[in-house]
């Protein structure tokens, strides 16, 4: 099995590597995504094992991984900084860490989705955003009609949307409502197929 730890960044990643069969050990530095892709292509076929301490931009990475086979282990990175001994941090010295760690069977693993959960996790928090924007562009409208002395329960309903289109607003006020309104109903058009 070969076992690589690799500290992550966004352009770059370095990392420290042990093949458990032939002994050879060594380390790279690799570039995103060309040479990164490349050098994980040439490993295809075999078991691979990848640890990587917890990052926010390594999706596309993950996704190559899972095509190539290879198992990508995420770390925790509070656990994986107190156990280093040595405070002062280099890639290198950070890479060959996380192999250390992987070699002796200590790497702190967090819980990960799978990649095929993860495009459903995405949809998921795509809607929940679409559904809070809206929120907000209903506020707005709720508020220019609180502003104008329509006073109702909050609830927005086709009743309330034809009070507030009712408005007599003049100016910018009647721009921004019609603005809203655009919104709201391009929103709708939107999360209806997300649901």
Known sequence: ??????????????????DQETGECGERRLNHPQQAAEFYRSLRGRRVRIGVEATGNFRWFRRLMSELGHEVLLGDPSAIHASNPRKQKTDKRDARHLLILLVEDRFPVVWQPSVENEDTRQLLLHRCRMVRFRARVKNQLDSMAK?????????????????????????????????????????????????
């Open 1 to 18: 099995m070969m076992i690589i730890g690799c500290d992550f960044h966004p352009r770059m990643q370095q990392i420290a590597y042990l």
């Open 147 to 195: 502003n104008q002395g329509l006073l109702s329960k909050r609830v927005w309903c086709a009743k309330r949307r034809e009070q507030i289109e009712a408005l007599p607003l003049a100016g910018w006020d009647r721009e921004r409502r019609q603005d809203l309104l655009a919104l709201l109903d391009e929103m709708d058009k939107r999360i209806e197929p997300l649901d």
